[in-house]
């Protein structure tokens, strides 16, 4: 049974491996003119596939495939002007291009155990040695958009067999790392 999950998922098995030598590169929108442009200082950390609703996707993928990297390495480098908070209530503010929808970086600007790190989708790149996709998030979610309930053992089945473990929030020690801030910061303000 054909089940496209997203590009970087889809075209072959086992997933090609980043580069740990990778100096970063360039992200650029989808629009056929001038695009925006961001370029990142270095590779991505804990890259992952994510079913949740609020993470873009390529057309007709069920899966965002989304890293993140920290915020000094990264710069808008052409068309700023055409980037718009997506939804200014949410943690992560996306900007995304106004004119073809693509989010061309997300940045937490609250307190919250990510602050400091940029969220990224790495297929914007031609530039070949990203971390590839490390685990699959938000997977349940996806049912929530209007995925039939009846493919899930298939999607599951699927990210495995790519190596990607599947968890319907982050993976454990992503887990942990928000318990252990939630914990610290709750006793700071005791
Ligand atoms: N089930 C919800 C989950 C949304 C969610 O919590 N997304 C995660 C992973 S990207 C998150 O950290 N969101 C923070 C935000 O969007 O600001 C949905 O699909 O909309
Ligand atoms: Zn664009
Ligand atoms: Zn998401």
Same mark, same amino acid.
């Not at 990778?22 to 056929?32: K, W």
């Given at each position: 049974?054909?089940?496209p999950l ?12 980043g ?33 949740c609703?609020?993470?873009?996707k390529?057309? *007709?993928a =069920?899966? /965002? ?7 000094g390495q990264?710069? +808008?480098? !052409?068309?700023?002007d ?13 900007h ?31 530039d ?20 039939d309930?009846?493919k899930? *053992?298939? =999607?599951r /089945?699927?990210?495995r ?7 319907? +929030?982050? !993976? ?15 006793q700071?303000?005791?």
């Amino acid at each position: 049974m054909a089940l496209p999950l997203h590009p970087l998922i889809d075209g072959g098995l086992p997933l090609e491996k980043g580069d740990p030598n990778f100096p970063g590169g360039t992200l650029r929108c989808h629009c056929a003119g001038h695009k925006v442009e961001v370029t990142l200082g270095g590779n991505v950390l804990h890259n992952h596939a994510c079913g949740c609703s609020k993470c873009w996707k390529p057309a *007709g993928a =069920v899966f /965002a495939v989304i890293a993140v990297i920290p915020v000094g390495q990264v710069a +808008v480098t !052409a068309n700023e002007d055409k980037l718009h908070v997506v939804d200014e209530s949410a943690a992560i503010q996306r900007h995304a291009c106004r004119e073809c929808g693509v989010h061309m970086y997300g940045r937490i600007e609250k307190d919250h155990p990510f602050k400091g790190f940029d969220f990224v989708h790495v297929e914007l790149s031609d530039d070949k040695g990203w971390q590839e996709p490390q685990f699959a998030g938000f997977v349940s979610s996806i049912l929530e958009q209007g995925y039939d309930p009846a493919k899930m *053992g298939a =999607v599951r /089945a699927k990210l495995r067999s790519a190596g990607l473990e599947t968890y319907d +929030v982050l !993976a454990p020690a992503l887990m942990d790392a928000i318990a252990a801030w939630t914990a610290e910061t709750s006793q700071s303000r005791l």
